[in-house]
């Protein structure tokens, strides 16, 4: 059985997501990044970058326990794994692999900065709200292109290209980013779709009644963006 350590934040989502589509069995370890269980040493020496999600997975290459972090390393793994939700042909591979890497390069840097400036930074920074919300507008705007050309980012299949945008690109988190999402409908559409999805639904439940948006406490504040978060370990 998979071992997943979550929170449910776009990243986690990836994974809790991909699970529910592949349908392996997999058991939640609930890392909190409010209260720093980031940080604790049995979690590191997982996810040395102290960031959700990371995996184990007990019957691993070669057959023994194999650990995994970082968001899109897992989602490949998985894919390949399972033999599902990643093409085997060469080109059809490459698609996806390059949307893939444009989530990874792109969306979530730049959504996830979006997102902090927006609404999380106590200090009000004109500059770079304009300058991220910008990026985030353009890149809706790259998806809305590539959408209006194939029913999903990487052709005509669904697969972890999807997966992995869709989780900064849900409807809960159009509001964070100030994304008016009729300007893009595209990815309106492409989002409902995969939205409608039962195992995407299932993936994004997963302990959702944690997930709260808006300004944290000073402590969680000082854990997520303060000098927690740099303290050598």
Excluded at 78 to 83: I, N
Excluded at 107 to 115: R, T, V
Excluded at 119 to 141: M, T
């Amino acid at each position: 059985m998979i071992q997943l350590y979550y929170w449910p934040t776009p990243n986690g989502h990836k994974i809790s997501i991909m699970l529910e589509e592949v349908g392996l069995p997999y058991q939640v370890h609930p890392i909190n990044i409010l209260k720093g269980d980031q940080f604790q040493p049995e979690f590191l020496r997982i996810s040395p970058n102290n960031k959700i999600p990371a995996i184990v997975d007990p019957e691993g290459p070669g057959g023994g326990s194999y650990s995994l972090f970082e968001s899109g390393a897992i989602l490949l793994y998985l894919a390949e794994k399972t033999g599902r939700l990643c093409p085997t042909e060469p080109r059809a591979r490459f698609d996806m692999m390059q949307w893939l890497m444009f989530q990874m390069g792109n969306i979530g840097p730049m959504f996830g900065q979006n997102g902090h400036f927006q609404v999380y930074a106590r200090e009000d920074v004109p500059y770079a709200k304009a300058r991220y919300h910008n990026e985030c507008k353009r890149l809706y705007g790259v998806m809305d292109r590539r959408l209006g050309q194939s029913d999903y980012l990487a052709g005509t299949d669904y697969s972890v290209a999807d997966i992995a945008t869709y989780a900064w690109c849900a409807p809960s988190l159009w509001k964070i980013h100030r994304i008016d999402i009729d300007e893009y409908p595209n990815v309106k559409r492409w989002v409902e779709s995969i939205g409608a999805r039962p195992a995407v639904q299932r993936g994004v439940a997963l302990l959702a009644d944690t997930r709260k948006y808006g300004n944290p406490t000073d402590e969680a504040y000082g854990i997520l963006f303060g000098n927690a978060q740099y303290q050598r370990r």
